[in-house]
């Protein structure tokens, strides 16, 4: 049992394999957070302190003790009115216009299994685990407002992941408006922490960012209806010592598509606090009496063994707990992508012509990217009109996908569903089913509008659309993009606009189940500009994302770097693309554009035939290659061996499970004249084993690698890459 409940002390006691996390029921009825870190026996609750705070303020309840105050005590659900004067996670208004509640405990339950959240993408039990995960209710109740509070907490003990979301039931006569709620916090009584973030921009996303927190708050969020480029959802807590290899760390990954808010915070005891839920900007939801309101979930896991641990842990979770379907565990089909090879300028013929030369090099699947429907001759205009343009492509659309079929290839498909553009037969009939605001001219991004997904007819259109153009052919993948942040936050059908946004985001995932429901062997990769919504919610409906606009391979070693923190390589989204590089100009070895894309999803976007014969050969071995490594490059252990922001190399690895195997890559990024060598450490082996390099046959003891580093070939150039195969001879 992953969950116990002891009775005399009220601690509340999770642990999986290597940690515990407990909380308590205090005498008055609130919940005191104890302590979440490496496993222990008993109750820690010999870390609150209680003293006289002076102006912290005390519940009523507690008469003339000044010395409790849950202004000072650590919180598991803190809300606003309880004279908590730190970040709270919920915030209400009743109907008089008064903020605050007051939370008390009722009870709890404990259940098999992880919570189902309806609407909402959410960490499942898998058939391997399913006897020891198991799911805590906690309940809570405001007897003024008749507002009962549900905390649910799922643990997956194998994999140390702890889960939490929240419910909301208003079982009074009156309307409340729930004005924040985030799903979980942490709260630490001792201790000086970094807070690890991963900001920055389209085609460059995903940088981390460490940095110590003092005094104060800390926030990172998306403010732009949808996970964003500039934020990822997805932070660390460290101890200032914490590497990848020892030191003690915690993440929250939240697991929703849309705005999110993220706060790490210092008070003034020196306790730190790190929360994160939904966007608190433009969301305002009236909870009539009857409703609940389900808040999406927060994924965390602790590691005491450094940060490699812990993205070992949400990798492990995210590959078998939130992807799902065929592609969850079955190598993906290799790709050519028509954008970077043609962009608008296409034709059917053209199209064939591309599938011809992706069939002679070996490649698995095409696909047709932009500009196939309507009059898309430029990114101004035809969003929303989902009608091939015959005329462009030389015969009906299903024509051209049984011709590619004929080829040997399977077929894909670039869409944005969510997009309208003025200049669009859809938006002259239905102007109402864009987000604008009455009045105000609107905030054009790329020339187009964003459709009203908080609307069911609009859903049920785009559903409907999207399934006339799948159903043409036997269209085996679809790219589902998403281009532009969403900023006329107004529906012209739904009442409540501070629900909007949310309520987009349900009628988003609402669609793409349906697809996967119709359709369960499409491969639908996200795609948001790129990485501007790669978040653990649309891994549960894509189990690829699209990692980010620009192919260019250097600027691909820290984009991939930092999101390997969080999400596993099987997820990202890589393309080996043409040189110069159309986003950077950068020239790069095909060879290191191929190790570099290798560690993702796998797959080009370019012209085959613009490129030298050299190169022309070297793509069916790099495939054999990619497909030979492709189990372990998707399933094995991901070290980070280096870090490109600062270091002259950057190297990585995957590493078998049971230590036998090992991929290590590694690309130069300094080159000087009479350069001394450069050695790369390898990570996770067995200590006591020897392995064989399968390409020079030479034999090294693991440790001397782990300790001593392997160098680099001299005489390796700025950008060029080396590959090593470890295979295990002895140990």
């Known amino acids: 049992m992953s969950i116990h409940f002891d009775p005399d002390s009220r601690c509340f006691h999770l642990e999986t394999q290597h940690s515990s996390y407990q909380f308590q029921v205090d005498p008055y009825g609130f919940l005191l957070h104890l302590y979440y870190g ?173 940095r110590p927190l003092l005094p104060g708050e800390t926030r990172v969020g998306s403010r732009r209806g949808q996970s964003s480029h500039q934020f990822s959802p997805f932070v660390i807590l460290a101890d200032h010592s914490c590497t990848e290899d020892s030191g003690q760390c915690w993440a929250m990954s939240f697991v929703y598509s849309g705005g999110f808010g993220c706060e790490a915070g210092v008070d003034q005891y020196g306790q730190t606090r790190l929360q994160m839920g939904l966007a608190e900007e433009q969301f305002a939801w009236p909870l009539s009496p009857g409703d609940i309101f389900t808040a999406p979930e927060v994924l965390m896991s602790f590691s005491a063994a450094g940060l490699s641990r812990l993205s070992h842990n949400l990798h492990r979770c995210i590959r078998r707990h939130v992807c799902r379907g065929k592609y969850r565990d079955t190598l993906r089909p290799v790709l050519l992508n028509s954008w970077e090879a043609s962009y608008f300028n296409f034709t059917g013929n053209s199209i064939l012509d591309l599938a011809d030369e992706a069939k002679s090099l070996g490649i698995d699947m095409l696909v047709l990217d932009d500009g196939w429907f309507g009059n898309r001759v430029d990114d101004n205009c035809a969003l929303g009109d989902w009608t091939p343009n015959e005329e462009k492509l030389g015969r009906p659309l299903g024509e051209l996908v049984r011709e590619v079929n004929r080829r040997g290839l399977k077929f894909g498909i670039w869409m944005e569903p969510e997009m309208v553009s003025e200049e669009s037969a859809l938006f002259r009939q239905h102007p109402d089913w864009a987000l604008t605001i009455p009045g105000k001219a609107p905030v054009r991004s790329r020339y187009q509008l964003v459709l009203d997904l908080s609307r069911q007819d609009v859903c049920d259109y785009i559903f409907d659309a999207v399934c006339a153009v799948l159903d043409q052919g036997n269209i085996e993948y679809l790219k589902w993009d998403f281009n532009r942040s969403i900023a006329d936050v107004f529906s012209h059908k739904t009442r409540d606009q501070g629900t909007v946004l949310h309520r987009y985001v349900l009628g988003l995932y609402g669609i793409l189940e349906r697809l996967n429901q119709r359709y369960p062997d499409l491969l639908i990769e996200g795609c948001a500009g790129g990485g501007g919504r790669f978040d653990a919610g649309m891994l549960y409906y894509c189990p690829q994302i699209w990692c980010s606009d620009n192919t260019d391979a250097i600027d691909r070693l820290r984009i991939q770097h930092g999101t390997s923190f969080g999400f596993p390589v099987s997820a990202v989204g890589s393309h080996v693309s043409a040189c110069p590089n159309h986003q950077t100009g950068r020239t790069v070895p095909l060879q290191t554009r191929s190790v570099v894309a290798m560690s993702g999803s796998f797959g080009y976007e370019l012209d085959p035939a613009q490129l030298s014969e050299a190169d022309r050969k070297a793509i069916p071995e790099q495939l054999a290659a990619f497909r030979r490594h492709a189990p372990l490059i998707q399933n094995g252990l991901y070290y980070r061996l280096s870090d490109p922001a600062s270091d002259s190399v950057c190297a990585w690895s995957f590493v078998s499970e049971d230590g036998n195997e090992a991929l290590i890559f590694a690309v130069l990024l300094e080159s000087h004249g009479n350069m001394p060598a450069v050695s790369i450490f390898p990570r996770g082996l067995k200590p006591d084993a020897l392995y064989r390099e399968e390409t020079s046959g030479r034999v090294y003891p693991a440790g001397a690698l782990m300790s001593a580093g392997l160098p680099l070939p001299l005489g390796m150039g700025e950008y060029e890459s080396a590959c090593f195969h470890l295979l295990a001879v002895s140990g």
């Open 38 to 210: 490496p496993r222990i026996p008993g109750c820690a609750d010999y870390l609150l302190t209680y003293a006289d705070r002076g102006f912290s303020g005390n519940p009523y309840d507690t008469g003339k003790d000044r010395t409790h105050s849950l202004d000072a005590l650590p919180q598991e659900f803190p809300f606003q009115g309880s004279g908590d004067y730190r970040s709270p996670l919920l915030v209400l208004r009743d109907e008089r216009g008064a903020f605050g509640c007051d939370l008390r405990y009722q009870g709890f339950d404990i259940a098999p299994g992880l919570p189902v959240l309806e609407g909402l993408p959410a960490v499942y039990t898998g058939a391997d685990d399913a006897e020891d995960s198991q799911t805590l209710s906690v309940h809570l109740l405001d007897t003024r407002l008749k507002l009962k509070v549900t905390l649910l907490y799922g643990v997956l003990p194998q994999l140390d992941v702890i889960v939490r979301s929240v419910l909301l039931e208003n079982q009074g006569a009156e309307t409340v408006t729930v004005q924040k709620l985030q799903s979980a916090c942490l709260d630490f009584v001792s201790g000086r922490y970094d807070l690890l973030s991963f900001s920055g921009r389209h085609a460059m996303e995903r940088s981390l960012d460490r």
